[in-house]
């Protein structure tokens, strides 16, 4: 069956240090990824997402991810973090061979010290 | 624009009492609709999907159900609530077979 992995359960990290939080699947076909952030309180919401193209992509608030398709990997990167990313982070993959289902990974609660 | 309700937005049941959670869209038509839980830890589960009214996907055998009486209405229910049903549930819509998904604010349900 087909699963995406996030490795980072939990990540603490200082004001101004760098992020990367990984996102691994496990399907051959061609996918759609997605990163999702819910902010505490809030929905969820998209941070950004590749379909196809350039396989590094920008998302809101200086995100961005990288799609390697030799390593199934989507990681989510951002040079330098600010107290106001504390959230929980998911990675989301949608295969394009004719379903209609999206598939999460356990998520990643970021916690940024000011 | 496209928005997302669901209601109620907390929800305290007994065990053994029935459920019925509600999702509605606005701002669009034939929408793809989704039920999921959310638990700590486990990230989002897919419990059912509908590309159509009165089309249920379920991918989670338990004692929930899914019904789409309407275009942009998806229910939640159960007839008999367990401990286990305890949660977070969020409804979801999107386009096509190709799209973002996007959320609703979601259901915190406790069963006591």
């Known amino acids: 069956a087909q699963s995406v992995s996030q490795h980072n359960h939990h990540v603490i990290l200082s004001e101004a240090a760098s992020l990367e939080l990984g996102c691994n699947y496990s399907y051959g076909g061609t996918v759609n990824l997605f990163w999702y952030v819910q902010y505490p309180g809030q929905h969820l919401q998209l941070l950004l997402k590749y379909f196809s193209g350039d396989p590094l992509v920008k998302g809101i608030k200086g995100f961005e991810a990288e799609f390697i398709k030799s390593k199934f990997s989507f990681n989510l990167r951002k040079p330098s973090v600010q107290w106001s990313d504390t959230a929980e982070y998911f990675c989301a993959v949608k295969l394009t061979s004719g379903t209609y289902k999206y598939i999460f990974g356990t998520g990643t609660r970021l916690k940024v010290l000011a | 624009s496209q928005t997302i309700h669901q209601w109620p937005a907390t929800l305290v049941q007994p065990v053994g009492s029935p459920l019925s959670l509600e999702c509605t869209v606005e701002g669009t038509s034939n929408p793809n609709l989704y039920w999921y839980r959310q638990a700590a830890g486990r990230g989002l589960q897919l419990l059912f999907y509908?590309?159509?009214?009165?089309?249920i996907s379920s991918e989670v055998p338990q004692n929930l159900s899914a019904s789409r009486p309407q275009d942009r209405q998806f229910i939640l229910s159960s007839k008999k609530l367990l401990l286990s049903d305890s949660g977070f549930y969020l409804c979801?819509?999107?386009?096509?077979?190709?799209?973002?998904?996007?959320f609703g604010p979601g259901t915190r349900l406790l069963v006591l």
């Open positions: 509908s590309v159509g009214i009165g089309q």
């Open positions: 979801a819509w999107s386009l096509g077979i190709i799209e973002t998904q996007y």
